[in-house]
């Protein structure tokens, strides 16, 4: 597992399973319900999300990425609940395309530890992995989280041949900084 960690300062560290990453801080934005970057919108989930949400856990369920992460619910029952959970969470961001309003990835604060650390989670669909979309999304709430006084660091665990979790924190600029034991389903 790489750990990925970045410090609210100009020179920021991420931690990634394996890798250190260095960013430089971008502005801070303000939290915002519903917010575009270039191509796609960065939203709070909604109850209506269940078939968004069903799609890219097929996806997930049926890529690299599924021993690597729990199992999410693949039935239409087990999606229209994880979107009820998701849209009663301020943590949990749907990220879309603008054209359409296609649901390609999901990106969630999972908690700030003692440290003042955030844990940043993230998936994407895999037809989206390398056309840029989680970078642009990740970017965007690494601002936003780094607005928040509570938050010096964020950390990102993913395991370390895990690529289409790696790229957007390396396009990034993100550097590994740490490894540890997986503590997922399978690594």
């Known amino acids: 597992m790489i750990h990925c960690g970045i410090r609210a300062s100009d020179e920021t560290e991420f931690t990634i399973v394996g890798r250190t990453l260095v960013h430089i801080k971008s502005n801070m934005s303000q939290v915002a319900s519903n917010h575009e970057t270039r191509r796609l919108v960065v939203r709070r989930f909604t109850t209506q999300d269940g078939e968004g949400i069903q799609e890219l856990a097929k996806d997930k369920e049926s890529s690299d990425g599924a021993i690597y992460n729990h ?12 979107a009820k959970w998701c849209a009663g969470q301020t943590e949990c961001f749907a990220v879309c395309l603008k054209t359409d309003g296609r649901l390609i ?25 390398h056309d840029g979309y989680a ?5 965007y709430l690494v601002d936003v989280a780094f607005d928040k006084p509570e938050v010096q660091s964020i950390v990102a665990r993913n395991a370390v041949d895990w690529p289409g979790q790696l790229t957007p924190l390396n396009d990034l600029g993100f550097l590994e900084t740490g490894r540890g034991k997986g503590s997922f389903t399978s690594n």
């Not at 199992?71 to 994880?82: F, H, I, L, N």
């Not at 970078?135 to 970017?139: D, G, L, R, Y």
Request: aromatic share 12%; net charge positive; hydrophobic share 35%.
């Open 71 to 82: 199992a999410w619910p693949t039935s239409e029952k087990g999606c229209r609940a994880m």
């Open 105 to 129: 990835g999901f990106i969630r604060f999972n908690g700030v530890d003692e440290q003042l650390r955030l844990d940043l989670g993230h998936m994407f669909h895999t037809r989206y992995r």
């Open 135 to 139: 970078t642009e999304a990740i970017h």
